[in-house]
C-alpha cells in the first residue's frame, strides 16, 4: 500500500510541474543588431538584485562599437527622484543569431565567465517595436519597448508568449503604463 501511495504522489507532483510542459526557451532566429540597437523603455521585468533601486524611467541603450561588441548603457529614476545609470558591454553568441553575453564588470574581469550573463531576445517584433529578453534558466525577463508605454493587448501576448516558455511571471513587475 505505501509503494501505491508513493507512486501516486509522484505522479501528482510530475503532472503539476509547469514547466515540464513548458516550450524550450529560444532565442530569435534572426537578430539584426543595427536595427536592435538605440534606445529602449522596460515596460515590466521578473524582480532582480542588481534594479532594486529602479521605481520607473527604465531604459536600456544599444550601441555598436567597432570591434563588433555592443555597449549596454542602463538607467533609471530611484524613489527619490534621482537618475542612476550602469554601462556595460555585450558580445554576440558566435553561430546563435539571437543571443549575446552581456557583463557590467570591469573590462579587466571580461575573462572570467562568471562575469558575462545569458541575454537571449527570445521574441521580438517584426518592425524591432518591442522585444522580449530573458535567459535560458528562467530567471531574467524584460519585456521591451521603444515607446515608453504599451498596448495592454499587446502586453497580454507578449506576457503569453513567455508564460508558454515557463517564466513563473507572478513576481513580474510592471514599471511603465499600459494603454
Not at 561588441?69 to 527619490?80: E, G, K, L, M, P
Not at 549575446?100 to 517584433?125: C, E, H, S, T
Not at 493587448?153 to 494603454?179: H, T, W
Amino acid at each position: 500500500m505505501r509503494l501505491r501511495n508513493a507512486w501516486l504522489v509522484l505522479i501528482a507532483l510530475l503532472g503539476s510541474a509547469p514547466l515540464w510542459a513548458a516550450s524550450p526557451v529560444t532565442s530569435v532566429d534572426t537578430l539584426d543588431m543595427g536595427r536592435y540597437a538605440g534606445q529602449w523603455h522596460e515596460i515590466a521585468h521578473l524582480p532582480v538584485s542588481f534594479q532594486k533601486k529602479c521605481v520607473g524611467d527604465i531604459t536600456a541603450t544599444y550601441a555598436l562599437r567597432a570591434e563588433g561588441r555592443i555597449s549596454v548603457h542602463n538607467a533609471c529614476r530611484t524613489a527619490d527622484g534621482a537618475r542612476i545609470a550602469a554601462e556595460g558591454v555585450a558580445r554576440p553568441v558566435k553561430g546563435q543569431p539571437g543571443r549575446l553575453q552581456v557583463r557590467f564588470a570591469p573590462d579587466w574581469l571580461a575573462w572570467l565567465p562568471l562575469v558575462w550573463a545569458d541575454y537571449w531576445v527570445i521574441a521580438l517584433d517584426p518592425d524591432y517595436q518591442w522585444a522580449l529578453v530573458g535567459d535560458p534558466d528562467r530567471k531574467y525577463l524584460w519585456i521591451l519597448s521603444r515607446a515608453p508605454s504599451m498596448d495592454s493587448a499587446l502586453f497580454a501576448r507578449i506576457r503569453s508568449r513567455a508564460e508558454a516558455m515557463g517564466y513563473d511571471l507572478a513576481p513580474l513587475k510592471v514599471m511603465a503604463p499600459l494603454d
